[in-house]
C-alpha cells in the first residue's frame, strides 16, 4: 500500500501550535507511507488538487489527512479521494486541530501528540477495506408530526413536491399556537386569516392524509423506510360522519369545561370544535367532561347528531404507515409560571400568560376581543407586562431566550392602545431582543407611538393591594425603585419543549438538549438535519422560533425530504457489520445484543449462523465486542483496524 | 454411593434405547480420576464408576452432539454448566437426558497425589463426614477436605434435582465442609499492583500454550474458531511472552464473564497447574455483586452482559 | 519521538463519535486548555467496546484508559452504551487482578455540548493517572528468558 | 429520645422581646424539645458588625458556636436553634464562611482556639414545623383560637437567603400559616408576608420604618385581620412599639395587636397571659383577647 500524508496548518490554527512540517517528516518514518507534506489549508481548491496530484504521481492508494476533526471535513476528502479515482473508504483523518492545537499549549508536546495520532491513522489505514455502497427501495412518503405552523408548511411543500404526506397532530384541528394568536408581528396582521388558508389547503391537498387527535405510538425502521405507528385517540365522534355542523355542542349539557384552545380562561361544551377555523372541522368529546361517559347518562349530543356520528364505544386505534422521511414539527409549550413566587405563584387570577391575554384580544376568544381582567370581568386601565418569565433565568433552569417574547410583548401593548386608547402599559424588560427585520422599528414604535412605558429591570414581587395589584420592581437604568399600580398583569411566559418531546426524541432517535429540544444535525450547517438519516426538524421542536422563522425551517426540512425522496434508491452506508460465516459458530450473542434486530439467524449448509440484515444496521458495532470469535466485525472499524490503532500508541 | 450407582445403571439401561449416547465416567489411567466413558450399547453400562474421582465435568461433550439424543451423568455443579448450555442454546433440552447424582465431594487430583505421594494403588476413595479416605494397597489413608478436594466442593449448594430427568441418591444438601481453603484471588489481593502483575508474569512465564484450560471449559464453544489463534481479528501475538499468554487468559475470561460456572476445569486441565480459574472467580464476585447473578441457576435467564437496564441500581458511575 | 519524553504517561481514549468525540471537538472549538498526554481513539458507538481493547492497551503498556460515550438514554444507537456500561463495569473487576491499578481505567458520559466537562474529564483523568505514576511494564524477553531469571521461582498454587 | 439543642436567645430575648423568649422556652418545653442554654453566650454582632467588618461578625457569631459544639458531645445535642431570625441569619452566615479554610484560620487565629461549627444551625420555628410537625403543636391545644382572624408575617429574612436559610418557600412560605391554623385561628392570605418593615432603620431613619412597617399594617388590615403575628423581635418592634411613631407619620389609626407566634401557642394550649407575657406588647390586645376569650365562652 501507498499512503499519502498530508498535514494541514490550517492558517495559523494548528501550524500555531503543532510544528506541521516536523509531523509530515516523522509521517514519513511510518510504514508504507511513501508521500508526507505540510499544507497551508487541505481542505482549500489549492489543497485538495495538492492531494489529487500527488494521489497521481505517487501512486497512492490511501490517504491521511491531519487537520480538523472528521466530524467536519471527513466527507469533504472522501470526495477528494474519489476525484482522483481512489475508494472513498482509503482514507484516514487524525484530528490535530480541535484535539491538539487548540486544547494544548506545549508546541513540543503538541508536535509528538500530532505526530502519534498520523501515526494511529496510517496504521488504521493500512488495514482500511475499500468499501462499496449498497443500494435499496425506499418509501416515497413522509410523516409530518406535528401539524402547527411549520409542520403545516412542510406537509404543503412536500405534497407539492409529488410526496405523499402523512400529517399527525396531538390536538383536535391542526394551527398550532398560531391559531391562537390574535395579532402577528410586525405587520400587526391578523393570524387566523392568514395561517387559515394554509391550514385549508391541508384540508383540501390530495397528497396529505391528516391525523388530528393522534400521537405516533412507536417507530421502527431507517431511512427510507420507517414504519411508524400512529395512535389515533378517541374522539368518540365518527369523523368520517361528522359535516361539523356543531348541533351537538349546542345542545351539549355540559357546559362547564375548561377550554382547552382558550388557555383555560373560558369555557366549552364536552364535546365541542375547539375553534371555528378548526381542520379537520370535526367534533370530538372531552371523556373528562362528558356527563355520558363519566355517569353513563345523558347522550344529548348523539339525540341531535343529524348524521348519528356519535360512538360512544370508540376506542384508540393504532395505524401503521411507511414513509421514507419524518418531520418532526412538535413545537413547544408554555413555561409554567407558578414556579415563580414572586409573582403570585398562580394565586392571583389577574396574572395571566401571554398567550391568554392573546385570547383576551382575540375576536374568536372568549370575550370577543374585549380586553376583560378574570376576576371580574372589568375592564383594566393600567396593564403590566413582565418579560423573560422562564427565560434568561439559572435558577429556574431556564438559561436560554425565547427570542420572541420582546416582540410579542410590544405588540400585545400596541394591541392594547388599540382595543383601549385610554389604557396605560408598561413594560418590565431586561433587554429589548429585536434583531429581525422591521423588528427594532416596532418595538421603537410600541414606545414611542402608543406610550408604552418600558422599564427596563426586574419585579420583585406582585401583592394585592385595594382590588389592584401592586407591581414592584427596579428601575436599573434610574437606579431606583418603582411600584406600579395595575389591573391587570401579563406574564411574557417563555417556551419550553413540548411535552413529550422527549419521549418522542428516543422514538425517533434523535438526540435533543437539557431542556428537551431535539438537536439538529450540526448547529450551523446542518440546521433541519438530525444525527438520524432520514428525521428531519421544523420549527419550534428544535429551539423556540417566531412565526417566520418556523415557516422558513418547514420548508427547509421538506425540500431536505424532497431531495432524500427524489431518487428510486438509496444508498446504504457500507460501514455496517458483516458476519464472517466460516468464524460464525451459531451461538446468537449478535442478535440478543443488536439494538435495531438487523441481525437474523439463518441456516448455512445445516448450521446455524447469524446474518446481517445491512439497510437495518446502523453500524453501532455492539454485535462486533459481543462476538467471541470476532466473526460478526463492524466494516471500517473492526477489531484489527482499532487494534493497530491501540498498538500503534503503546507497544 | 454404591446404592446411587445401582440406580443410575437402572435408570440408564432403561433409557438407554432411546438415546444415541449417554456420558458417564469410567475407571481411567489415572487411579486419582475417572475418564469420560462414552455408552452407545448396553454392555458398557456395567463400565460406569461413580465415587469422588468423578471430578470431570462432561457437560462440555454436551455441544458437540447437538443434533443427537444423549444422555449424560451429572453432578449438582455440572447441572450449572448444562443450564448455561440451555440458556444460551447451544443444546436443545428435549435432546438431553440429566441423570442427577447425590454427589459427596470430588477429588482435586493434583491436590491429592501432593498429598499422596504418588496416584499408585489407589483403589479407592470415600468422602465420610469430615475426613476423605483413600485406600491405597488396601490400606486407608484419611485427609481433610481441604488437602484433597477441590475448592468448588466448599459451600456446595447441590444438586437441584429438579432440572434433572433422572436423580440417583438421596436428595438433599450435600456436606458442608466448613471454610475453603486460601484462594489465588485472596491471595494476590494482598498484594500490591506490582506484585500482582509479576505474579501473573512469572506464572504464565510457565504456560506452555496448549490451550488446555479452553478445551476443557464447557463454555468455551469457539473451539477451531477462538480468537485466541485468529489473525483476523489478530488479539494476540504468538510470540512465546507471558504478556501474550495472560492475554489470552484475559479474553478466556471476559468471554466467559456472567457464564463462567466456576467448575473449575480449566484449572483442572492445565498441564502446569496454573491457576487460571483466578479471573473468572474475580468477574463472577463483580457480577454477582453489581447484576445480583449468578451463572447456571435458571435456564429462562439472559447472561448479564446480554441484556441491561436503563437505570443500574449497584452501579455507581464516577462524578467528575 | 516517545510519548514519555518529558512528563507525559500514555493514556489512551476510546470515545464515542456522536457525543464525546463531539464534545472533545467542542472543547477544541472553546480552546479549553487540557493536558497533551491522552490519544483518542474514534468510534462509532461505547457499544463497539470490547472490553479487551482496554485489557490489550494496558499489557501494551498504556498507563491510564479513558472511554467515554453518550449519557444514558442519549445514545445515537439508543442502547449501546447500556452494553458498554455493563462490559465496562465488569471489566473494573478484572483490571485490579492482573495488576492494573483501578484508578488507571475511568469510563463517563460526555454529551456533544459538553465541552467544559469534557476538559475537566481529561485533567482529572491525567491528574489521577500521574499521580499512580507510570504503569510497571512487563519484562522483556520471552517466557523462556524469564524462567532462566534466578530471581524468579515458579510456585505452583 | 426527646430533642435537645443548644439554645441561643440572642440580646432582644433579655430584653425588648423578653414575651418572645418566655414563650418559646415555655412552648419548647411543652413539646418535650430540651433546651440547653449556651453558657457565657455573646451577642452575634446583629446588623452592625457584619455592616462594618466581616471578620468581627465572624468571631462574635463563631464564639458562640465554639461554646455550643464546645459541648455538643456530652450533652447530645442536635444542633443550635435560635427563636431570632437575624441572629440565625448571623450564626448561619458565619458557620458557612468558616469552609473558607483562610478566612477560618483568620477568625480561630482572633479566638484563639481551633473551631468546628458543625452543628446544625435552626429557628425554633423551622424545628417546630419540620422536625416536630405542626400537629405536635395541634396536639396541645386545649383553647383553640377560634374567630381569630390573622395574618402571619415572617419578615424577610427568615426564609431568605433561601440558598443559606433552607426553610420553606423563600416567596410564599407557609409555615406560621399553617401552625396558626393548626392553633384554631383563621388565617388569612397575606401578600405582604416576607416583605421588609424597616428593620434597624427604625434608629436612624425613623420614616422608612414609618412607610415600610406602615405599608404592612395598611395590608394587614385591607385583608381583614385582627392581629399579626410574627417570629422576629426586630420586626415585632417595629410593628408594636414604633405604632404611634407609624400613625402620625402615616395618618393612621392602626390598633392591631402583633403577637409573636409563641405566644399564641401558648395561649391556644392554656398558658393564659400571664405566662404567655401578653401585657409586655405595646399595642394592646386587651379587646381581642376578650372577644376570643367571650367567643370560647359562647362555644363552651
Known amino acids: 500500500m501507498n499512503i499519502g500524508v498530508f498535514v494541514c496548518h490550517c492558517g495559523s490554527n494548528i501550524a500555531g501550535t503543532v510544528d506541521t512540517e516536523a509531523v509530515a517528516k516523522a509521517a514519513l518514518e511510518y510504514r508504507e507511507v511513501v508521500f508526507a507534506t505540510d499544507a497551508m489549508y487541505a481542505c482549500s481548491e489549492p489543497g485538495q488538487a495538492g492531494i489529487v496530484e500527488a494521489i497521481g504521481t505517487y501512486a497512492l492508494d490511501g490517504v491521511v489527512v491531519a487537520s480538523c476533526t472528521p466530524r467536519m471535513h471527513e466527507a469533504t476528502f472522501r470526495r477528494t479521494l474519489e476525484r482522483a479515482g481512489l475508494n472513498r473508504y482509503m482514507f484516514e483523518m487524525a484530528n490535530i486541530r480541535e484535539h491538539v492545537s487548540w486544547v494544548g499549549k506545549d508546541k513540543a508536546a503538541n508536535t509528538r501528540k500530532a505526530a502519534e495520532l498520523v501515526h494511529m491513522a496510517v496504521e488504521k489505514l493500512r488495514r482500511n477495506e475499500r468499501l462499496q455502497a449498497g443500494e435499496f427501495d425506499i418509501a416515497k412518503r413522509v410523516m409530518v408530526i406535528g401539524g402547527g405552523v411549520a409542520g403545516i408548511q412542510a406537509a404543503l411543500d412536500c405534497a407539492d413536491g409529488g410526496l405523499e404526506v402523512v400529517l399527525v397532530e396531538r390536538e383536535p384541528s391542526i394551527g398550532g399556537k398560531m391559531s391562537k ?43 427510507g423506510n420507517f414504519n411508524v405507528t400512529v395512535r389515533r385517540k378517541a374522539a368518540y365522534v365518527d369523523w368520517d360522519a361528522c359535516t361539523g355542523c356543531g348541533e351537538c355542542a349546542a345542545k351539549c349539557p355540559s357546559k362547564k369545561t375548561p377550554d382547552r384552545f382558550n388557555e383555560f380562561i373560558g369555557l366549552t361544551t364536552a364535546i365541542n370544535i375547539p375553534f371555528p377555523q378548526a381542520i379537520p372541522k370535526k367534533a370530538s368529546i372531552n371523556a373528562n367532561a362528558c356527563i355520558k361517559l363519566t355517569k353513563g347518562k345523558c347522550g344529548a349530543c348523539a339525540k341531535v347528531c343529524p348524521t348519528g356520528a356519535i360512538r360512544f364505544d370508540q376506542k384508540d386505534e393504532l395505524v401503521t404507515e411507511k414513509v421514507g422521511a419524518i418531520i418532526a414539527a412538535t413545537g413547544y409549550d408554555l413555561f409554567d409560571f407558578t414556579k415563580y413566587g414572586e409573582y403570585g405563584g398562580g394565586r392571583y387570577p389577574d396574572v395571566i400568560t401571554a398567550m391568554q391575554y392573546e385570547r383576551l384580544l382575540s375576536a374568536s376568544g372568549p370575550t370577543e376581543g374585549h380586553i376583560r381582567r378574570p376576576s371580574d370581568g372589568a375592564e383594566p386601565r393600567d396593564i403590566v407586562f413582565i418579560q423573560c418569565v422562564g427565560s434568561r433565568d439559572k435558577s429556574i433552569g431556564r438559561p436560554y431566550c425565547t427570542g420572541f417574547c420582546c416582540m410579542y410583548t410590544a405588540k400585545q401593548t400596541i394591541l392594547t392602545k388599540d382595543h383601549m386608547p385610554d389604557s396605560q402599559s408598561y413594560v418590565f424588560y431586561m433587554d429589548i431582543r429585536s434583531p429581525g427585520k422591521n423588528y427594532d422599528e416596532f418595538t421603537r414604535r410600541a414606545m414611542e407611538e402608543y406610550g408604552a412605558k418600558y422599564i427596563r429591570g426586574r419585579v420583585s414581587a406582585i ?57 439538529e444535525g450540526h448547529p450551523k450547517l446542518k440546521p433541519v438535519e438530525t444525527n438520524t438519516a432520514g428525521v428531519y426538524l421544523a420549527g419550534s421542536c428544535q429551539g423556540p422560533k417566531d412565526i417566520p422563522s418556523s415557516v422558513a425551517q418547514g420548508g427547509a426540512a421538506a425540500a431536505k425530504a424532497l431531495s432524500l425522496l427524489s431518487k428510486d434508491k438509496l444508498a446504504s452506508d457500507p460501514q455496517v457489520s458483516g458476519v464472517k460465516l466460516a468464524r460464525c459458530i451459531g451461538c446468537g450473542k449478535c442478535e440478543s445484543v443488536c439494538p435495531f434486530g438487523a441481525i437474523e439467524m439463518i441456516e448455512f449448509r445445516g448450521m446455524p449462523k447469524a446474518s446481517i440484515i445491512e439497510t437495518v444496521c446502523q453500524g453501532c458495532g455492539v454485535c462486533t465486542a459481543a462476538c467471541p470469535q470476532g466473526a460478526a466485525q463492524l466494516r471500517h472499524f473492526t477489531d484489527n483496524q482499532i487494534l493497530a490503532e491501540v498498538n500503534a500508541l503503546c507497544l | 454411593m454404591a446404592s446411587s450407582l445401582d440406580e443410575l445403571k437402572t435408570a440408564i439401561r432403561k433409557a438407554l434405547p432411546g438415546l444415541d449416547v449417554v456420558i458417564a465416567w469410567t475407571a481411567g489411567p489415572d487411579a486419582l480420576s475417572h475418564a469420560p466413558l462414552f455408552i452407545t450399547e448396553e454392555a458398557d453400562v456395567a463400565r460406569i464408576e461413580w465415587d469422588p474421582r468423578c471430578s470431570q465435568n462432561l457437560a462440555g461433550y454436551l455441544p458437540g452432539l447437538r443434533g443427537k439424543k444423549a444422555g449424560i451423568v451429572a453432578k449438582g455443579c455440572d447441572v450449572r454448566s448444562i443450564v448455561e448450555l440451555l440458556q444460551e442454546k447451544l443444546i436443545d433440552r428435549e435432546d438431553v437426558v440429566i441423570f442427577g447424582l447425590d454427589c459427596q465431594g470430588a477429588v482435586d487430583a493434583r491436590s491429592a497425589r501432593a498429598a499422596l505421594g504418588s496416584s499408585r494403588g489407589v483403589r479407592d476413595v470415600a468422602i465420610d463426614g469430615a475426613s476423605v479416605c483413600f485406600s491405597v494397597n488396601g490400606e486407608p489413608r484419611f485427609f481433610s477436605p481441604g488437602e484433597v478436594l477441590q475448592s468448588k466442593c466448599f459451600g456446595c449448594a447441590g ?33 500490591d499492583m506490582e506484585e500482582r502483575l509479576r505474579f501473573w508474569e512469572t506464572q504464565m512465564s510457565r504456560c506452555i500454550r496448549c490451550y488446555a484450560c479452553r478445551s476443557a471449559c464447557p463454555l468455551c464453544v469457539c473451539q477451531d474458531h477462538c480468537a485466541a489463534q485468529s489473525r483476523e481479528p489478530h488479539w494476540v501475538d504468538q510470540t512465546d511472552h507471558p504478556r501474550e499468554k495472560l492475554m489470552f487468559q484475559a479474553i478466556h475470561a471476559l468471554h466467559t464473564a456472567g457464564r463462567c460456572t466456576e467448575c473449575g476445569e480449566c484449572e483442572r486441565a492445565c498441564p502446569m497447574g496454573l491457576p487460571v480459574m483466578t479471573l473468572k472467580r474475580a468477574l463472577n464476585r463483580r457480577i454477582k455483586d453489581v447484576f445480583d447473578y449468578q451463572a447456571g441457576i435458571d435456564p429462562n435467564q439472559t447472561p448479564p452482559l446480554f441484556e441491561f437496564r436503563e437505570v443500574e441500581t449497584n452501579i455507581k458511575e464516577r462524578e467528575w | 519521538m516517545s510519548v514519555t519524553e518529558g512528563k507525559e504517561l500514555r493514556i489512551i481514549g476510546f470515545l464515542c463519535n456522536w457525543c464525546s468525540y463531539a464534545g472533545a471537538d467542542t472543547a477544541g472549538v472553546g480552546r479549553f486548555a487540557q493536558p497533551t498526554d491522552l490519544r483518542i481513539v474514534r468510534l462509532p458507538c461505547t457499544g463497539r467496546i470490547n472490553p479487551l481493547f482496554i485489557v490489550r492497551a494496558f499489557m501494551n503498556g498504556a498507563d491510564g484508559v479513558l472511554v467515554s460515550g453518550c449519557h444514558p438514554r442519549d445514545c445515537h444507537y439508543s442502547e449501546g452504551n447500556f452494553y458498554a456500561r455493563r462490559r465496562l463495569e465488569t471489566l473494573k473487576a478484572l483490571l ?22 469534557w476538559r475537566s474529564v481529561v485533567a482529572s483523568f491525567t491528574e489521577q493517572v500521574h499521580a499512580l505514576g507510570s504503569m510497571p511494564r512487563f519484562m522483556s524477553g520471552t517466557s523462556l528468558d524469564l524462567c532462566l531469571r534466578p530471581a524468579v521461582q515458579p510456585r505452583v498454587f | 429520645m426527646s430533642p435537645r439543642y443548644a439554645y441561643y436567645p440572642g440580646c432582644s430575648g433579655l430584653g425588648s422581646s423578653l414575651e418572645y423568649d418566655t414563650s418559646t422556652r415555655a412552648m419548647c418545653e411543652s413539646l418535650g424539645v430540651e433546651l440547653v442554654d449556651i453558657p457565657d453566650w455573646n451577642c452575634c454582632g446583629s446588623t452592625p458588625a457584619h455592616a462594618v467588618d466581616h471578620l468581627l461578625s465572624a468571631c462574635l457569631a463563631g464564639r458562640n458556636l465554639e461554646i455550643a459544639d464546645g459541648m455538643a458531645e456530652e450533652r447530645k445535642l442536635d444542633g443550635i436553634i435560635t427563636p431570632c431570625p437575624s441572629c440565625l441569619k448571623n450564626l448561619k452566615t458565619t458557620q458557612r464562611s468558616l469552609s473558607d479554610p483562610e478566612f477560618r484560620r483568620k477568625v480561630e487565629q482572633v479566638l484563639g482556639k481551633p473551631l468546628r461549627a458543625g452543628l446544625p444551625i435552626k429557628s425554633v420555628l423551622q424545628v417546630v414545623v419540620e422536625d416536630l410537625g405542626v400537629e405536635a403543636l395541634g396536639r396541645l391545644v386545649k383553647t383553640p383560637l377560634a374567630g381569630m382572624r390573622v395574618v402571619p408575617y415572617y419578615g ?71 392581629a399579626i403575628v410574627t417570629a422576629c ?68
Open chain 1, 181 to 223: 394568536l390574535d395579532k402577528t408581528f410586525p405587520t400587526v396582521d391578523c393570524s387566523s386569516c392568514i395561517l387559515g388558508p394554509k391550514m385549508v389547503d391541508v384540508a383540501q391537498h390530495p397528497n396529505i392524509t391528516l391525523y388530528a387527535l393522534s400521537e405516533v405510538d412507536s417507530v421502527d425502521g431507517f431511512v
Open chain 1, 463 to 519: 401583592q394585592p393591594k385595594n382590588g389592584r395589584y401592586l407591581v414592584k420592581g427596579a428601575d436599573t437604568l434610574l437606579g431606583r425603585q418603582v411600584e406600579i399600580e395595575a389591573d391587570l398583569v401579563v406574564l411574557a411566559v417563555g417556551a419550553e419543549a413540548a411535552r413529550g418531546a422527549g419521549e418522542l426524541a428516543e422514538k425517533l432517535r434523535i438526540s435533543y438538549d437539557p431542556y428537551g429540544f431535539f438537536l
Open chain 2, 159 to 191: 444438586a437441584d434435582a429438579g432440572l434433572c430427568d433422572h436423580f440417583a441418591g438421596e436428595r438433599g444438601l450435600p456436606p458442608q465442609f466448613g471454610n475453603p481453603p486460601e484462594s489465588t484471588l485472596e491471595r494476590l489481593e494482598a498484594m
Open chain 3, 96 to 117: 485490579p487482578v492482573i495488576g492494573v491499578d483501578p484508578g488507571r481505567f475511568e469510563y463517563t458520559w460526555v454529551s456533544a455540548s459538553e465541552g467544559q466537562r
Open chain 4, 156 to 226: 424577610c429574612i427568615m426564609v431568605r437567603p433561601p440558598r443559606l436559610m433552607r426553610f420553606d418557600d423563600p416567596e410564599n412560605p407557609m409555615a406560621l400559616d399553617n401552625l396558626l391554623r393548626e392553633l384554631g385561628a383563621e388565617v388569612l392570605p397575606f401578600a405582604l408576608k416576607t416583605d421588609c418593615c424597616g428593620a434597624a432603620l427604625g434608629t436612624v431613619r425613623k420614616d422608612v420604618v414609618a412607610r415600610l412597617s406602615g405599608r404592612i399594617l395598611d395590608a394587614a388590615v385591607e385583608a381583614g385581620a385582627d
Open chain 4, 233 to 300: 423581635p426586630l420586626c415585632q418592634m417595629n410593628l408594636d412599639m414604633r405604632r404611634p411613631q407609624i400613625n402620625r407619620a402615616n395618618r393612621s389609626r392602626h390598633n392591631l395587636p402583633v403577637f409573636y407566634y409563641s405566644q399564641l401557642a401558648g395561649l391556644a394550649s392554656g398558658q393564659g397571659e400571664a405566662a404567655t407575657m401578653m401585657d409586655k406588647l405595646c399595642v394592646s390586645p386587651r379587646l381581642l383577647l376578650n372577644s376570643l376569650a367571650q367567643h370560647t365562652g359562647e362555644r363552651a
